[in-house]
């Protein structure tokens, strides 16, 4: 072999060498990209699931809320409107509130919807105030607003006005203008309650038909549908 085949064969072997290298150099760089991209998709992947698990966990608790509150509504609450200014001003016409019997029992001052199958007055549900529940005595001076509710039957009325002291109702401080407070009852006061019974009143004094009336009388805690919990606009809690 002479000179010239050796550098010729010198030449093709850099040549060579300068090609394997170049590969190797193209192949990490493809390896590097395929990483690259690799992380990429994993992240993207990731994120994607991410995104996947947010969704479904909002949309499970707004599932769980929505039977929350329709279990509530079924069985330990219900949603009424009020129907007529017989409790201005503590409630107006239109209003709409949540009422629960759930583990109810009456006492003096709450607010309360029933239902009296029959009634003369009428068959759908009525809002009132319980004054006095079963056993208990009301005297109403009509003239001067007052009403009074006490639990010793036997007092006569100069001694109830001389010794137990009046409800204290500022919801009818607006009404007291009015001569005296409407009188159509059929009862005599003092009168004392039947127990399992109450005795209940609107608000608006003068513009309610309730135990005062020959048409209501005494309402049986059996027609109760449930207490006032609150009141949804404007929101106030009872």
Not at 17 to 27: C, F, K
Not at 184 to 195: A, G, H, I, M, R
Not at 200 to 223: A, I, P, Q, W
Request: aromatic share 10%; charged share 30%; hydrophobic share 35%.
């Amino acid at each position: 072999m002479n000179n010239n085949e050796e550098f010729e064969e010198t030449e093709e072997t850099e040549e060579a060498e300068e090609t394997e290298d170049l590969t190797e150099e193209e192949t990490a760089e493809d390896t590097e990209e395929e990483s690259v991209t690799a992380a990429e998709e994993a992240e993207a992947s990731k994120k994607k699931r991410t995104a996947t698990r947010e969704i479904f966990d909002w949309v499970e608790v707004i599932v769980l809320s929505l039977s929350f509150v329709l279990l509530m509504f079924s069985y330990l609450a219900r949603q009424a409107m009020v129907d007529g200014n017989s409790m201005r001003e503590t409630f107006h016409d239109g209003e709409r509130i949540i009422i629960s019997d759930l583990f109810y029992t009456p006492k003096q001052g709450d607010v309360i919807v029933f239902q009296v199958p029959g009634s003369r007055l009428t068959t759908e549900p009525i809002i009132k105030r319980v004054i006095a529940v079963g056993g208990q005595t009301v005297y109403i001076d009509f003239d001067n607003w007052l009403v009074y509710v006490y639990d010793d039957s036997s007092l006569t009325v100069d001694e109830v006005k001389a010794t137990v002291k009046p409800l204290v109702e500022p919801y009818i401080e607006a009404m007291r203008e009015d001569a005296k407070m409407d009188y159509s009852s059929d009862l005599e006061y003092p009168y004392t309650v039947e127990e399992g019974k109450l005795f209940c009143m609107g608000d608006n004094r003068n513009g309610s038909t309730d135990s005062r009336s020959r048409l209501l009388k005494t309402v049986d805690e059996r027609y109760i549908l449930g207490k006032v919990i609150f009141r949804i606009y404007p929101f106030t809690w009872f």
